[in-house]
C-alpha cells in the first residue's frame, strides 16, 4: 500500500478500536402439561398450544469505551437490541461517565436495569434457569427503567473499601414497556452490595441491601385496601383520593457463597423480598399505562406481598457440565391466604411456590445447551380455576449461542 492509503486504513483502525461488538441468541422447545397454559418461563402458551418453538431472545450489544492517560476509565455507553418473532425492541440505551480525581464515582443516564438485588441484574445469557423468578417478572418487568444513577465504587486497588458498591438511583416508574412518563412522581432505587471477597481460603461471599422507594399517581378515588378483621377488600372511595401517591415500596437481602474446588465450584445463591405493591384486581404487575377498564378509571388495589428464590448449583466433574437447584415462591397477598381467597379476589392474590432443576453444558466454548423442568404448584383457594393445583409443569430445552 502507498503512504496515502496506509495512513487512511490506520485512521480508520483508531477510530473503531474503542468499539465492542457482542450477542447471542436463544432458540428453545418449549411443553407444558396443559393447553393454553399461563407460563413464566417465556410468555403464556396459546389456547391450543402445549408445545412450541421460540426464538427466547436475540441481542446484539455495541460498546464504546475512553480511557484517561493513566488507562483509567472516562466514559462508557451501550446500545443493546432484542429481535424475536415478536418484533424488534431496545433494551440498554445508557451512557456512564466517570470521575479521575477519587476514582470512586460514575454517572449513568438513560435506560438501564435497576440497581435492586442480584437477581435483577444478572443477566440472560449467563442465569443458569431459563428465566428470573416469578415476582421479579411481575413487579418489575424487563428489569428496566428510564432515569439516571449515581454509584460509588472504588477502581484503585489500594482502596480499603474495594470491595463495596453503592448505587443511588430515580427512575420514570413505569418501566420499558410504558410508552411515556404518566405522572410526576419517580421512584429512587439503591442498593449497597460487597463484592466478591475471600471470607476462608475456599469460601468467597458476596451480597447486598436493596431499597425501592416509589409509587404512582392515584387518578382514581376507588383505592381498595386489605382489612385486617374481616380478610377482604376494603374500598376507600374518598374524593382526597385523587392526585395521592399510592405505594410501591420494597425492601430485599441477597447474598451469595462460592466454595471453589479443583473441577469447578459449588455455589448457594438466596434472596428474600417484601414489600407494599400498587396494582389492579386482577393483577400486581406494575402497570405500565393509566389503569383502564371499558373506557373508565380502573380501580386500584394496594397489597403487601414477599417472596424469595434459592439456588443450589454443581460442577460435575468440570466446568463444562453443571446441575442447577432452584426454589422459589410469590405470595401477592400477605393478609390472605389459601380458602379465604374467594369472592372479591383474583388469581392475583394467589401463592405460587416454583420448584425446578436442569442441566447445563458447553458443548463449545460458545455454545451452551440447558435441559430444564420446572412445577409450578398455587395453593389451594375458594376460587373456581384454583381450587386444586394447576397442570402447569413445563419443560425447557434450549441451545445458546454467544459471541
Known amino acids: 500500500m502507498d503512504t ?11 477510530k473503531y478500536e474503542f468499539v465492542g461488538i457482542s450477542g447471542y441468541i436463544q432458540p428453545q422447545f418449549q411443553w407444558i ?29 455495541f460498546d464504546y469505551a475512553r480511557y484517561f492517560e493513566n488507562n483509567m476509565p472516562k466514559l462508557y455507553f451501550i446500545f443493546q437490541f432484542d429481535g424475536t418473532e415478536r418484533g424488534i425492541f431496545i433494551r440498554d440505551f445508557w451512557g456512564r461517565i466517570y470521575e ?8 449513568t443516564t438513560g435506560m438501564f436495569a435497576r440497581p435492586f438485588g442480584f437477581e435483577l441484574g444478572y443477566g440472560s445469557p449467563d442465569r443458569e ?37 453503592f448505587d443511588l438511583a430515580v427512575f420514570n416508574g413505569q418501566g420499558v414497556n410504558a410508552v411515556a412518563d404518566f ?18 481460603p475456599k469460601l468467597i461471599v458476596s451480597g447486598s441491601v436493596s431499597g425501592f422507594v416509589g409509587g404512582m399517581e392515584q387518578f382514581t378515588n376507588k383505592i381498595y385496601r386489605m382489612n385486617e378483621s374481616t380478610r377482604q377488600f376494603l374500598v376507600d372511595s374518598s374524593a382526597s383520593n385523587v392526585g395521592r401517591i399510592a405505594p410501591r415500596n420494597y425492601y430485599g437481602a441477597d447474598i451469595q457463597i462460592r466454595i471453589p474446588n479443583r473441577v469447578g465450584e459449588t455455589e448457594f445463591r438466596a434472596e428474600y423480598i417484601r414489600g407494599t405493591q400498587t396494582a389492579l384486581q386482577g393483577t400486581t404487575e ?51 391466604k389459601g380458602t379465604q381467597i374467594g369472592q372479591g379476589f383474583s388469581a392475583a392474590d394467589v401463592r405460587f411456590n416454583t420448584f425446578g432443576f436442569g442441566y447445563l453444558t458447553y458443548i463449545y466454548d460458545n455454545v451452551r445447551l440447558m435441559l430444564w423442568y420446572e412445577m409450578p404448584q398455587n395453593e389451594q383457594t375458594a376460587l373456581t380455576d384454583y381450587t386444586k393445583d394447576l397442570k402447569d409443569n413445563n419443560f425447557t430445552c434450549r441451545v445458546q449461542y454467544r459471541f
Open 33 to 61: 402439561q396443559t393447553k393454553g397454559a399461563k407460563n413464566f418461563n417465556g410468555g403464556d402458551f396459546q389456547p391450543n398450544a402445549s408445545n412450541r418453538f421460540m426464538l427466547r431472545r436475540g441481542r446484539i450489544r
Open 100 to 107: 479521575n480525581k477519587f476514582k470512586s464515582f460514575y454517572l
Open 183 to 200: 405522572d410526576n412522581h419517580k421512584d429512587v432505587v439503591s442498593r449497597l452490595s460487597v463484592k466478591h471477597f475471600n471470607l476462608a
Open 286 to 336: 406494575t402497570p405500565a399505562v393509566i389503569p383502564m377498564e371499558n373506557g373508565k378509571l380502573a380501580p386500584l388495589y394496594i397489597r403487601h406481598f414477599d417472596g424469595a428464590y434459592f439456588y443450589y448449583l454443581q460442577h460435575l466433574g468440570s466446568r463444562k457440565h453443571q446441575l442447577i437447584l432452584k426454589y422459589d415462591w410469590y405470595d401477592p397477598n400477605k393478609k390472605v
Open 129 to 165: 434457569s431459563p428465566e428470573r423468578g416469578r415476582m421479579s417478572q411481575i413487579l418489575m418487568k424487563v428489569e428496566r427503567d428510564f432515569g439516571f444513577m449515581g454509584s460509588y465504587e472504588p477502581r484503585a486497588k489500594t482502596n480499603f473499601l474495594k470491595y463495596i458498591k
Open 4 to 14: 496515502t492509503t496506509a495512513r487512511k486504513l490506520f485512521a480508520t483502525l483508531k
